[in-house]
């Protein structure tokens, strides 16, 4: 190639492009860079480069690289010779001479603003965040990519952290909007201040930041990073403790795209969110391989829902002072095409807590109303008992949808369909679960309370919730027989449902002598495996035929007499209401 090809290519290239020598004076310019200077190619010679930085940016920090590293990346404002500023990005290598002194520099720098609007959009927004004027998504993608390319190369480290405001829209909701804008942007001017002048700080969200630290960061950094950016701000007036939700990924740790690095960042601040706010946590890639498989395991069991995959199986409960069989408890089943028929704890754990927690409610709650109405063509009168997840209570449209089911089964009595909630259920929001209660009352609904005496406010429960029934839980009652300790719960269980005129249900009924023993103490409702295991609807009417013969069952009453000092009333306290 000849130099006059090389001189032409040199000068016509899109790029501003500059050769300086060593103390970074201009010894030849091409056309794209006087322009971008808004100067003559020949007033450009001999002018130092830094005149064109913004030294309030990154001019001594760029100095600080160049001691260090023959090359550097980074973005900065240039400054032309109207005293203009715009963003580029600069890649800057030194040429060293055949004895490795450092001899000349090679610039070329790229106009973010030009490259913006020669994109598929154009302005400023398209790159930048216009409250901040930082970088915004889009750009950071491009920086990250970049950045992650040259460190490749150069065998050097990153530091990806995704930095989330906490409780900001209380802050907002609180202060207003624009004393949330200020925040926002005197935490952004804070940040900035704290970082390397090669670190990329960008907005990704209203409060939320991604910070590309370049020379990589320990624990230390990070710890310190936190405590600086904790510091009060004063608004208008108002003083503000704002902390951060700090989530980092690291890079050749973490050896993935800048996507993928940014969406492994964001997981590990929303894990920092759940354990407490204001603390930083490192991305996990074994516990990013578990969260997918998760993921996966979920959309499995929605397309469960969805192809009719689930099915439910009902347990009977009985009366034990005359052997009636007073209802029955729904329960799910998974029939799997590959593992078979797989009980509640294979994937209710599994679902907890997210959206799918509500769509198999709904969907076992429509199950349950159509298995009544095609009982009640039978003749089969018996009500449905059926478990509401935490979630699923509380949810704002819960009763909503409750009635828009309850009126696609008119020919079910209302009165046939009964909700058991978790003793738990109410713990988080006491008043909303209790107003949500009301209202499904109000539609002829009745109560019972899952698993009583496992929480840890069981007697405000029995105070406040209005339930119909109590179940005592299968944990107690199973061991009651062999466990001083469980029988003292379920003793004090029947005591407190009692002065409360509560009528209760025992659960883990497992053989005739809990029977026995718990309608001594008062409790004449039951379920459990001495009666029967849950079983498909179509085997219910003949177990309903069986059951009558159970004369051990049936005639228990006449076989118990109550507990001394107690009068007979006692026990029919525990049927009030059925």
Known sequence: MTAALVHAAFQQAGEAMVVADADLKVLVANTAFAELARLEAAQLQGLCLYKLVDESCMAMDLREMLRTSDQVKTEFMFRNHLGQSAPVLLSLSGVRDADGKLSHYMMVISDLMALAASGRKTGREVYFDALTGLPNRELLGQLMNESIEHARRRGAQLALCVLDVDHFKTINDTHGQEIGDQLITQLAHRISHLVQGDDILARIGGDEFALLLQQGADEETLAWLLNSIAAPLFLKGIMLKVTVSLGVALYPQDDVEGDVLLRHATQAMHRAKQQGRNIFHVFDSRFDRELQAREEQRRRFQRAITDNELCLHYQPQVDMLDGRVIGLEALVRWQHPERGLLPPGAFLPLIEGSSLDDRLGEWVLEAALQQLEAWGQEGVNLPINVNISPSHLLSEDF?????????????VPVTRLKLEILESTALSDLPAALE????????????????????????????????????????????????????????????????????????GVETIEHARRLLALGCAQAQGYGIAKPMPSTDLPAWLSEWSERHDWTALAMQVMPPSGESSTSSAACRIGN
């Open 399 to 411: 009763v909503e949808r409750l009635t828009l089911m309850l009126s696609r089964h008119p020919e």
């Open 436 to 507: 949500t209660m009301r209202r499904c009352q109000e539609l002829g609904i009745d109560f019972a309370i899952d698993d009583f005496g496992t929480g840890y406010s069981s007697l405000t429960h029995m105070r406040q919730l209005p339930v119909d029934l109590i179940k005592i839980d299968q944990s107690f009652v199973r061991d009651m027989l062999d466990d001083p300790g469980d029988l003292a719960i379920v003793e004090s269980v029947i005591f407190m449902a009692n002065r409360f005129k509560r009528p209760m249900l025992a659960e």
